[in-house]
């Protein structure tokens, strides 16, 4: 039995050998793009479960993908700019989806984000997106963002008061001691420094 095995071994290295050089050229490439695409198969359904994303959704751009690169959005008109973590299609509309796997709630900077993104999408795909996701936590929650009348005008008093600071306006701070402890700008900000009588004030009122 084994002489037998080694004989049909030895004959099959002996087939390859006498094989045209190109034939056994062409099959290691068949081989190398089998792992190859196989590879970029298993890496963009990695990518897909970590944006909160099913299978059979059609995806336009997805963060990390080599085959729906993600989409960076730059509005000079609008003076926006943003890159949504995956945008799909849905019903006809392009919807972008925002992943925030560390948060725990929905918070308004999360929905800010998503109302941005609808502008810019609105902006650059020449259709308005009539909602957005919000995808939260290792498990995936889905919040679905309605992109209504009432949230992009809230957005817009924002981005206002953004641009009267970045004119000239002064920036008022809203204190409050646990967001002063984490924050960036903790050094160059009275209220970073360590909590005074007036920001646990300020924030004992936020917090009631
Ligand atoms: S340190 Fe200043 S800028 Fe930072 S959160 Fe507090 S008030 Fe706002």
């Not at 049909?8 to 050229?25: K, P, W």
């Not at 999360?110 to 020449?126: C, H, N, T």
Request: include cysteine; proline fraction near 5%; aromatic fraction near 6%.
């Amino acid at each position: 039995m084994i002489d037998a095995t080694i004989t049909y071994v030895q004959r099959l290295f002996l087939q390859i050998a006498t094989l045209d050089t190109n034939i056994i050229l062409f099959a290691v490439l068949v081989v190398c793009c089998i792992v190859v695409l196989d590879s970029v198969n298993i890496f963009a359904r990695k990518k897909r479960k970590e944006t909160g994303i099913d299978q059979q959704t059609p995806t336009v751009s997805l963060d990390g993908s080599i085959n729906a690169e993600a989409r960076h959005y730059v509005s000079q008109r609008q003076g926006l700019a943003g890159r949504p973590d995956a945008i799909i299609l849905e019903d006809g509309f392009i919807i972008p989806v925002e992943r925030k796997p560390l948060a725990n709630k929905i918070r308004d900077r999360y929905i800010a984000q998503v109302l941005v993104y609808m502008r810019l999408i609105e902006e650059f795909e020449g259709k308005r997106p009539p909602y957005g996701y919000l995808i939260l936590g290792p498990k995936c929650r889905k919040f679905k963002i309605e992109n209504s009348a009432e949230r992009q005008a809230w957005l817009q008093k924002m981005i206002d008061e953004m641009q009267a600071i970045l004119h000239g306006a002064a920036a008022v701070p809203a204190p409050h001691p646990r967001k002063c402890r984490r924050c960036d700008m903790r050094e160059a900000c009275v209220h970073g420094q360590p909590a005074t009588e007036e920001t646990i004030r300020i924030g004992a009122k936020k917090a009631s």
